[in-house]
């Protein structure tokens, strides 16, 4: 396994950490589905050690999501409460960091980054509530974010399959914070505070609105 994918796997094990569910623990002692030892406490350690391959720039206060751009460069995103900005890189040098904004767009709760060939994938769906009916993917051209300080973004907007209620919850299984790109397609990974699991839901890659289908 080279650095930068241990970088990107350390991250990836950070977020996992930090994103807690909002429920108190007694109550999930009482869910059915799963035993809270299973959540808290698993039976079997990993007994690998996470180091540090790297130092990320300062200006990423909050990083959410990173990907690889090509020639020793990578893109990173601070989550919600931050500007619609993307960081761009050196692998070598932390301080070689080019700030890039994303035109025309906010950041509602930016989550996560992913990657193909030719673009990336910004995931603005953090629906911590389950309120959001503006959850949006921003494809932008990695091109373009190597060779320009302002990018224009295609939107991919989206609900999911089977949300009818909008109101405020902690209850909800509509949250996303993690995405990967496959083929033609995006698959979310959801974050469920109602059954305490997550669901993998395919969108595809085509700009305009769709409906993300439960695999």
């Known amino acids: 396994m080279t650095l930068l994918n241990i970088l990107l796997v350390s991250i990836q094990l950070m977020t996992m950490l930090k994103c807690r569910t909002a429920v108190p ?3 999930v002692s009482e869910s059915k589905s799963i035993p809270v030892e299973n959540i808290a406490t698993p039976e079997e350690k990993p007994d690998y050690k996470l180091e540090t391959v790297m130092k990320l720039p300062e200006v990423l206060t909050e990083c959410s999501g990173m990907a ?3 020639h020793d460069r990578l893109v990173a995103l601070n989550d919600s409460g931050n500007r619609p900005y993307l960081y761009v890189f050196s692998e070598k040098d932390k301080k070689d960091v080019r700030t890039v904004k994303v035109s025309g767009v906010k950041n509602n709760d930016w989550e996560e980054l992913a990657s193909d060939d030719k673009n990336i994938y910004v995931g ?3 629906n911590n509530g389950g309120t ?3 959850l949006m993917v921003y494809k932008i051209s990695k091109e373009d974010l190597l060779k320009s300080d302002e990018v224009k973004p ?3 907007s989206f609900r999911y399959d ?3 209620k909008f109101n ?4 909800h299984n509509f949250d996303c914070e993690a995405m990967i790109c496959k083929g033609d397609s ?3 990974f959801s974050k469920n505070r109602g059954d305490f699991r997550t669901d993998v839901y395919g969108l595809p890659k085509a700009v305009g609105e769709h409906i993300a289908t439960k695999m």
């Open 25 to 27: 623990v007694a109550e």
């Open 68 to 70: 690889k751009l090509g």
């Open 124 to 126: 603005d769906f953090g």
């Open 154 to 156: 295609e939107i991919i």
């Open 168 to 171: 405020d919850s902690n209850r």
């Open 186 to 188: 995006l698959f979310l």
């Open 132 to 134: 959001r009916q503006n």
């Open 162 to 164: 089977g949300q009818t």
